[in-house]
Structures are given as C-alpha cells and as structure tokens.
C-alpha cells in the first residue's frame, strides 16, 4: 500500500519546500510513497536522493489531456491506495481510481478542484472552518498543521559573506518577493532603525522595486536581498529578530520556523500568524501595514534580551507540543490509515 503525492507548481515557495520536507518525513517513518510533480530539476533531485519514486508530468491547463491518464499508470505501478493532491493544480489532474483521493489545502482555495474527492486536509483551523462553512461534510475535513525543525547539522551564516557587520542588529525577512509579503513595510521599518540590517529571503516580481524602494528611502546599504535560499537553517541562526509583515498569511509557516531556531519574532497580525502568536508571550503582533509598529516591536526585542530569550523558550515549547515533525507525522499517518495505506 503506497501513497502517491501530486504538485502541480514548477517554481520555489513555501508550500513546495513543505512538499519536500514532509515527503522526506513520511519517508522516513516508514510511509510507502512516490510523487508526481512538476518539472523542477532540484525537488526531483532531493526527492531521489530521499529514496521517493518520482515521475515529471506536465501538470497544464485545461487543454492538457495528458497528465491525469500518465499519473494514473504511474499510481498503479506504484500500488497506490492514497492519492494526495497538493493544491489546485494537482487535484484538477489527480485521476480516480481504486485509490482514496485527498486534497491538501495551504489556503482558502475554490473546491471545485475537489469535488469526488474522499477528504480534504487544512493546515489551520481556521481554514479547515471555512472548508466547513462551504458545505464540505465536518466529518471528512482534518486539520493537520505543518511541522518545523532545526537540523543541528546547520551552522549560521557567515554575517561576512553577506556583508553584513557581525555586531549589527540583523533582522530576517523571510518570503516571495510579492505584495502580500509586505517587504515594503520591512523598508520603511527600517528607516527607524538606523543601526540594524535587514535580509530578504526570496525571490519573486517585485525585486526591481523593492530594491529601488531600499535606495529611495536611504537603506539600500543596509538592506540584503538573498534572493531564493535552500539554507533557510543557516539564516535563522545568523538573525537576531525575524520581520514577518505579510499582509495575507492562511498559516504563517515562518512564525513556526523562528519558534524551531529559537529566533523571536514580530509579525503582522494577519490571519494565519494572528491565530498563532500569543501575543506578548511567543511573539509580537502589530497591525497589518503598520511600518512604525513594527519598527517598535523589533527596538522592544532588541532592547530586551530577557524578552527574547522567554519568547524563544515560549516557541520552542510551541513547536515541541504542536509543531514537531513526530506529531504531524503521526498525525499524516493516522489519516493514510483510516483510508487505506499504512
């Protein structure tokens, strides 16, 4: 009995290094499994390398007639008795067959995708809700988060090769380079914050004014743009306070990732981070689109190491109870049981 996971996204995000990350997870708890994604020559590379069976379909529009037939011979091959579809694209081409089908939601995506299928998967309650409220039976509707973990293997970065002062307030922006990120309000925070540098994690349409904004505003020789990272670890380490000004955020995973490196963190108080932070205990919480707010709460960090270590072992605690690979995993595995694949 196997379970066979569709991504129907080529490009890096988010939700793409989960796919990987839990994959490797499942694998490693003894899940049988294979996947079928979309052409990217890294993720098929780290998903070998993990010992998962892997087969590149095209994943197109409503024109392509030939991704779900392709992926339905590959689930039979692979013995297949739990198909998961990551998102949209993949549930439009995951094929019926003797095989229970699932659908992985990261957001509050249209489910017509998803209709015939047996289950749907949220990775918040507050999503799994809306699943609900949208006439999807509550008994077929799970909520099961994403895990976060610190590899000990992964060392920081070296401040240095980034040009960046080893004794300066460094402040980690983790992200798409996209309006919803709000990387902009990190740019204008940091006009208030004449001493600290600021890294930018991602890639994505608005670097070219992002970056112009940085010289505009007189902060472009503080300001790193990283571009896409694969050593996000090494950047938690490095920082001593992450910025996570999103405008939109159904989850918020970079919230659960500082809790695992023990980095404090200062989020806008969008759905997804609002539903996790306790505020004042784990974290920080300011309005959305507030630049001052956030500039604040990052001095009130900095200014504070005590503060930083309780919201450090507050996270920590977080993680180990919530987040942790083993219970999410466990979790994973108890929904593949109920239908079908051990």
């Keep these: 009995m196997s379970v066979l996971h569709l991504l129907g996204t080529a490009g890096e995000g988010g939700a793409e290094t989960y796919f990987v990350d839990l994959l490797k997870a499942l694998k490693r708890a003894g899940v049988s499994e294979a996947a079928v994604i979309r052409g990217n020559a890294g993720r098929e590379a780290q998903l070998k390398r993990a010992g998962v069976p892997v087969k590149v379909l095209r994943f197109g529009g409503p024109i392509d007639i030939l991704t779900k037939p392709a992926a339905a011979g590959f689930a039979a091959v692979q013995k297949t008795t739990v198909a ?3 998102m949209n694209r993949a549930a439009r081409h995951t ?7 699932i659908g992985r939601l990261g957001g509050y995506y249209s489910l017509k995708y998803y209709k015939g299928f047996d289950h749907l998967v949220a990775n918040t309650e507050d999503i799994a809700d809306w699943i609900v409220g949208q006439g ?4 077929n509707v799970s909520c099961i988060p994403n895990f976060a973990a610190a590899p000990p293997e992964a060392p920081p970065v070296d401040r240095a090769s980034v040009a960046t002062p080893p004794d300066a307030p ?3 922006a983790m992200g798409r380079l996209h309006e919803n990120k709000a990387h902009d309000v990190s740019l204008q925070a940091l006009t208030q914050l004449p001493d600290a540098f600021l890294w930018i994690a991602g890639a994505g349409p608005l670097e070219a004014k992002l970056r112009a904004m940085a010289e505009v505003l007189g902060v472009a020789a503080r300001v790193r743009f990283l571009g896409w990272r694969t050593d996000a670890s090494a950047l938690y380490r490095a920082a001593d306070v992450c910025v996570f000004p999103s405008r939109y955020e159904p989850l918020g995973n970079v919230v659960i990732q500082s809790w695992a490196h023990g980095l404090p963190v200062v989020a806008a108080a969008a759905q ?3 539903a996790l932070i306790r505020d004042g205990q784990d974290g920080l919480l300011v309005p959305v689109d507030d630049a001052h707010a956030l500039a604040a709460g990052v001095r009130r960090l900095l200014s504070d190491p005590a503060l930083r270590t309780r919201f450090a072992a507050a996270g920590s605690a977080r993680v180990e109870a919530e987040f942790s690979e083993s219970a999410v995993v466990a979790q994973w595995k108890a929904l ?5 694949a051990a």
């Design 272 to 274: 997804g981070p609002a």
């Design 170 to 172: 460094l402040l980690l």
């Design 95 to 101: 094929p019926r067959g003797p095989w229970a089908r």
């Design 84 to 86: 998961l579809a990551w």
């Design 136 to 139: 999807w039976p509550a008994g």
């Design 336 to 340: 593949f049981a109920d239908h079908g």
